[in-house]
């Protein structure tokens, strides 16, 4: 029963790199969501995905970009690193449309920016 | 905008004891709290939720509690076990948006 799966689970980058993060849930949800978490801090939503097909900038879009390659499967790609990207990014997804539904996390990846 | 809060980043509680955790919410129009535990180098676990038209909700172990006169939530944990030690979050639904706006956590720290 994977839920949902994050892919890797750990990378450092140089200021200026670009990587995708890769995210896939197997629980056939409808919508999913990436948020990042600073030290001391709560979730913060990136971008979400209402249903495959739409995406949507959440609190803190600025840096990123996302796809929604089929229903499984939202990727959030950071274009040129910067160091205040720094942080733990989580996937998420849920069966429902609107927030009013559970949302089942993955265990993150931890992303450095030197 | 309107946040979530909580009213104590650490507790500290003895084995089989009971456990509350508290959150204050400041948006009216909020209809749909949950909360999550977060264990070190986990993602956040979905615990229990309540919506506004509820005032209590339980599970196993666990009950929420929801006063919409003074926008507070809480958490309560019965027979607190170590297994319990994690981060709690409660979270809030923007506006019936697809959101959820987070606080910041509560360490809860369960002693032999």
């Known amino acids: 029963n994977a839920g949902v799966t994050q892919t890797p689970k750990f990378q450092v980058l140089k200021t200026g790199q670009s990587m995708t993060l890769q995210c896939a849930q197997d629980m056939n949800h409808n919508s999913m969501y990436w948020y990042r978490q600073d030290p001391g801090m709560g979730l913060r939503l990136i971008y979400y995905?209402?249903?495959?097909?739409?995406?949507d900038k959440g609190e803190v879009p600025n840096g990123y970009n996302v796809s929604r390659l089929n229903k499984r499967e939202f990727s959030l790609r950071l274009e040129s690193a910067a160091p205040s990207q720094t942080s733990v990014y989580f996937c998420a997804s849920s069966a429902g449309g609107g927030g009013n539904q559970p949302q089942h996390f993955g265990d993150g990846t931890r992303l450095s920016i030197l | 905008g309107e946040s979530v809060g909580l009213h104590l980043p650490t507790l500290s509680v003895q084995e089989g004891d009971n456990s509350i955790i508290n959150c204050a919410y400041s948006n009216s129009a909020s209809d749909y709290f949950i909360w999550y535990k977060q264990e070190s180098g986990k993602g956040p676990q979905f615990i229990i939720d309540?919506?506004?038209?509820?005032d209590k909700r339980q599970g196993q172990r666990v009950t929420v509690l929801l006063n919409k006169t003074v926008k507070h939530l809480s958490l309560q944990i019965a027979a607190t076990q170590p297994g319990d030690s994690a981060v709690y979050f409660c979270a809030e639904n923007m506006l019936g948006g697809y959101a959820l706006n987070f606080g910041k956590g509560t360490s809860l720290l369960v002693t032999p």
């Open positions: 309540i919506r506004s038209n509820m």
């Open positions: 995905s209402a249903s495959e097909g739409t995406t």
